[in-house]
């Protein structure tokens, strides 16, 4: 026990100490000053802002901003369609691998354009190395700039400042600090034994005399942008469980800091926006508190193990269900709190074999997006929180409520609420129906153990399946047989719902704030940068995401928690 939780210690402070130097680093990128890579990169920018002509607008509007979002993803979304529709006809190809059904081809293209990457296929079966690389590695830089995009702009537009130019972000997002990252990380895996080859598989003849094939490709590079950029897609379908994607603790390590590190700087990059280092340090660390208890509680409840098992056996054993024995119950429980935090949705071991307090702790990381939540838009989720509990505590204390010298009205209220609102509807409704009607709906095929009156592992399958859509994560519980026409379409409304409008509206709410004039500071002000307004924040957090999903989290993994704690004989 005491390793684990000493692997995962040491993970964690290696999160911190990397936080302010790439906060920094991304400050720098986004505020225009100089960087090191400037000598390599202002040529290439300047190549393809002037082949694209993307720069005849200094600065954008919300609207603005928000339409060269829809556009150039659509735009992106046809090409990487037909690409994947057309790969039978196109090279690097080695297994002669047909296109998939549309429906899983649709799905996938929407799920990879909306940086989710959740998977309904089996990637070394179905799609070819050029579809795995030209199209589905292109969506996961170009989703992940997106989102980081979005992000700055909305830091500035709550710091005073013009929303910029989202292809100067985009390309800068990719140029600067995606691709650089992504080339060092690529060569430290494929040391650390991670292929990066064309070739087809490997053919192998067994001790038994029978005939294997192994799987392989470029894995390297397809890997380190799925953790970076929060995407989460796996090369093979086991994901980092699989030894060709995280074959050692030291690639687990590198991975999960991959994941980890470019949401949690942001909250730094902020703080540099708003020359404001005091209130950026009281939201991090109430981010890390909460990430550090949900890791606590997953950890716990895996060391503790099944006590079906336990009592079955007469002993006491961690739960080994679904883990891969080189990571272990720690390394599990660390990665499947921090996919869920950061909306990157890979896996190191199955999430349909966590315990229930796992279970409880990756979906409410998913039902709040603020631990640390997706690549740029999680940090600007925790800002919408900030908003509303300004709003709420202005309204207690009777003052007109202010953020950052700035008045919070109507309009910026209505389109907090719009961002907080559209995840509820996107996964609760299509769960309703899918609970409702199992047997009616002919394209849908009930999973294993399924039926009229579902159990509680079952109730937590469906939920997860639109959680993680529409919170952009990917991940899935095992045993839903999620391959069907319904769960492709359904899941494709969650997954559109739950990035585009949230996006609309955090672009117009960064306009307000940017078109209002400060306000002088008085005596009686709010500060935002104190202990009690962030530990005040945490609490409407957790009670909004607490409240909002309760129900579905007691008849889920709560239930099941106090079933297995006591069965009934």
């Known amino acids: ?45 300047g190549i393809i802002h002037k082949l694209a002509d993307t720069l005849r607008i200094d600065d954008m509007t919300g609207w603005q901003y928000a339409r060269a979002v829809l556009c150039s993803n659509m735009l992106m979304g046809v090409m990487v369609f ?88 985009l390309t800068r997002s990719i140029t600067r600090i995606l691709l650089p990252i992504s ?39 397809f ?25 050692s603790s030291i690639s687990n390590l590198i991975e999960i800091i991959a994941m980890i590190c470019i949401p949690a700087a942001l909250i730094h990059t902020y703080g540099i926006f708003a020359n404001n280092a005091k209130q950026a340090r009281l939201l991090y660390w109430m981010v890390f508190a909460i990430y550090g208890v949900l890791i606590g509680v997953t950890a716990i409840g895996e060391y503790q193990g099944n006590p079906i098992i336990d009592n079955a056996l007469g002993l006491e054993l961690p739960n080994l269900e679904g883990k891969e024995v080189r990571f272990g119950w720690a390394q599990t429980a660390l990665w499947a709190i921090t996919t869920t935090g950061t909306m990157t949705g890979s896996v190191n071991g199955m999430h349909d074999s966590l315990m229930p307090q796992g279970l409880f702790s990756t979906l409410l990381n998913m039902f709040l997006q603020i631990v640390w939540g997706g690549q740029g838009t999680g940090t600007a989720y925790l800002f919408i929180y900030s908003i509303l509990t300004v709003f709420l505590t202005g309204l207690m204390v009777g003052r007109t409520p202010e953020f950052l010298g700035r008045k919070i ?32 709906l002919a394209f849908f095929i009930p999973p294993p153990g399924y039926t009229k009156s579902p159990e509680f592992h079952n109730i937590s399958r469906v939920i997860y399946e639109y959680a993680s859509a529409s919170a952009n994560n990917g991940s899935g519980l095992q045993g839903l ?30 306009q307000s704030m940017a078109g209002k004039l400060p306000v002088p500071e008085t005596p009686g002000t709010l500060r935002t940068d104190s202990t009690l307004f962030t530990a005040i924040t945490a609490g409407i957090i957790l009670i909004l995401g607490v409240l909002t999903f309760f129900p579905v989290l007691a008849l889920g993994p709560i239930a099941e928690g106090i079933k297995l704690a006591s069965p009934i004989k």
């Open 183 to 221: 080339i060092v990380g690529a060569i430290a895996l494929l040391a650390l034994g991670v292929p990066q080859t064309l070739d087809g598989s490997l053919k192998l003849t067994t001790l038994e005399g029978a005939t294997q094939y192994i799987a392989r490709g470029p894995v390297a590079s």
């Open 481 to 510: 047989g999620n391959s069907t026409l319904w769960w492709n379409l359904s899941t494709c409304f969650s997954l559109l719902m739950g990035r585009y409008i949230p996006i609309i509206a955090i672009l117009l709410l960064a």
């Open 1 to 45: 026990m005491g390793q684990g939780f000493f692997q995962i210690g040491v993970t964690l402070c290696i999160v911190i100490a990397i936080t302010p130097l790439l906060g920094r680093y991304m400050a720098r990128v986004f505020l225009g000053e100089k960087t090191l890579l400037d000598l390599i990169m202002n040529p290439v920018e």
């Open 409 to 440: 009205e109507k309009k910026e209220i209505v389109l907090a609420s719009v961002v907080l609102l559209v995840h509820p509807i996107a996964v609760l409704l299509p769960s309703a129906i899918s609970l409702a009607f199992p047997n009616t």
């Open 82 to 169: 037909m690409l994947i529709c057309l790969q039978q006809f196109l090279p690097w190809n080695p297994q002669g691998l047909a296109a998939p059904k549309w429906d899983i081809t649709l799905h996938t293209t929407i799920s990879f354009l909306t940086n989710t990457d959740q998977q309904h296929y089996s990637g070394e079966t179905t799609l070819s190395y050029f579809s795995q690389t030209a199209a589905l590695t292109f969506l996961m830089f170009t989703s992940a700039a997106t989102g980081l995009a979005v992000g700055i702009a909305f830091i500035r537009g709550l710091t005073g400042k013009r929303l910029g130019n989202f292809y100067v972000d």
């Open 223 to 247: 890997e380190i942008i799925k953790q970076l950029g929060e995407n989460g897609g796996g090369f093979f379908n086991a994901n980092s469980a699989h030894p060709y994607e995280n074959p």
